[in-house]
């Protein structure tokens, strides 16, 4: 089947430093792929879309500056903490799919810990 | 109101037993509709996917929908302690765009030997 792959799949970073997190469609090309983070004991909130050769789409709440995202090729969207703060601290997953209304695929995730 | 709600648990069910699981869902333009499992730690995997009326099965787990009551459930069989996780139920967004999911809250299911 499909796979995404997300990697790092740990950080712990300084506060006040930037994280790039990558998210591969290893096997298919994703036009879109999107974004969640996940709070501790809490479900997985939509942060982004990322549109192949485009702008992301954000969600309502989420601060475009500080979450960069990068889709540039078919494979492959990043992500990028930039100035994270130990609020920033979550479990971020990516997902894809091979057509819009074909079943997404989610990354292993990136637990991220800023001190 | 949430847009997907679910009971937050846990629910636990001995081994063996039949575990119920319950989702509603507030937008009536909803077309798709899904089942994961989540363990500690680790990102969602798809159990099933259910788009009209009625029962699907597969394997130890059915989903049941009923889109005039904007309700989906998850029933699982013969329950493990492996089945011991988080299952989130996951619906297309409001603006139905693509596969855009709005996840619900998750239920945690314990299985007990």
């Known amino acids: 089947g499909a796979v995404v792959s997300q990697h790092p799949s740990r950080v712990i970073c300084k506060s006040g430093t930037s994280v790039k997190i990558e998210c591969r469609s290893l096997d298919f090309q994703a036009t879109t792929m999107f974004w969640y983070r996940q709070f501790p004991k809490q479900s997985l909130m939509l942060m982004a879309t990322s549109n192949e050769g485009s702008k992301a789409t954000y969600e309502q709440g989420v601060e475009k500056d500080k979450f960069l995202i990068n889709h540039a090729s078919l494979t492959l969207s990043t992500l990028t903490v930039t100035s994270a703060h130990p609020e920033d601290s979550s479990f971020y997953i990516c997902?894809?799919?091979?057509?819009?209304?074909?079943?997404?695929?989610f990354g292993s995730g990136t637990q991220l810990s800023v001190l | 109101q949430k847009e997907v709600e679910q009971n937050s648990g846990p629910l636990s069910v001995p081994e063996g037993a039949i575990a119920s699981l319950n989702c509603t869902y507030s937008d009536r333009g909803s077309q798709s509709f899904f089942w994961y499992r989540q363990y500690s730690g680790k990102s969602p995997e798809l159990i099933m996917s259910?788009?009209?009326?009625g029962d699907k099965e597969d394997g130890r787990f059915t989903a049941q929908l009923n889109k005039a009551s904007q309700y989906v459930s998850l029933l699982i069989r013969d329950s493990q302690p492996s089945d011991s996780a988080t299952y989130l139920c996951a619906v297309n967004g409001p603006q139905t765009a693509g596969n855009k999911l709005t996840f619900g809250g998750g239920t945690r299911v314990l299985v007990k030997p």
């Open positions: 259910i788009y009209s009326n």
């Open positions: 997902s894809a799919s091979r057509t819009p209304n074909e079943k997404l695929f």
